[in-house]
C-alpha cells in the first residue's frame, strides 16, 4: 500500500504570517516549499508574454525606467478596480497553475507545502490534500501590512478587502494556525500540526 502524498495548502490573508510559517517547515523540517508568490513574480519577468500584456494595458504608468513592471502602480489600479483585478488574475493564475503541476511532478517528498495566498480566490483548493490558514485579527493584521509595505491606512484595508474574508479561509480550513501571539506559540503549533 502507498502512502497518499501530503499536500499542505498554506493561506491566509495579507501579512498574516504566511511566509514565516512556510520558512519555518522549510527549515526546521525540510519540507519543500512552492510559493505561488514567487511563481507569479515570474510570471511578470521582463519580455515575458504577461508582462508585455499588462504593458500593453496600462503602458508606462505601470512601467519602471528599468522596462520591468512598477508593483506598487499596478498595486494602485487593481486594489481599485475589481474589473482590472480579475483581468490581471486571468493572465497570472493560469501560468502559477502550470508552474505548480510541473514542479509538484518532479517533487519526492512525500510532503510538500504549497504557499498561496489566493488557494480560495484562484480556484486551487484541487491542487492540495489539507488546508491550512494562517490567522490574525484584523488590527494586527493592518498594522503588519502597513509596516512592511509602507502603506496609509487606506491602502492597507483596500488590499485586505480585495480578498475572501479571513473568517471564510478559516471555515474552510483542516488547521488553523492563530499568529496573534509570538514566535514561539506560532512555531508550536507549526509543530503540533506537522
Known sequence: MTLKRRLIGLTGGIATGKTTVSNYLAKKY????????????EAVTPDSDILTA???RYGDRVKLPSSSLNRSA????IF???SEKQWLESQIH?????????ELGKITAETVVLSIPL????NLTHLVTEIWVVFCDEATQLERLQKRNNLSLQQAQT???NQIPLTKKVALADVVIDNNSDLTSLY???DRYV
Not at 74 to 77: K, N, P, S, V
Not at 119 to 122: D, K, P, S
Open 30 to 41: 525540510q519540507i519543500p516549499v512552492l510559493d505561488a508568490d514567487i511563481f507569479a513574480r
Open 94 to 102: 493560469p501560468y502559477v497553475r502550470d508552474r505548480f503541476t510541473s
Open 119 to 122: 488557494l480560495f480566490e484562484a
Open 74 to 77: 499596478l498595486g494602485e489600479i
Open 54 to 56: 499588462i504593458f500593453s
Open 80 to 82: 481599485n478596480d475589481s
Open 188 to 190: 508550536q503549533q507549526c
Open 159 to 161: 488590499r485586505i478587502k
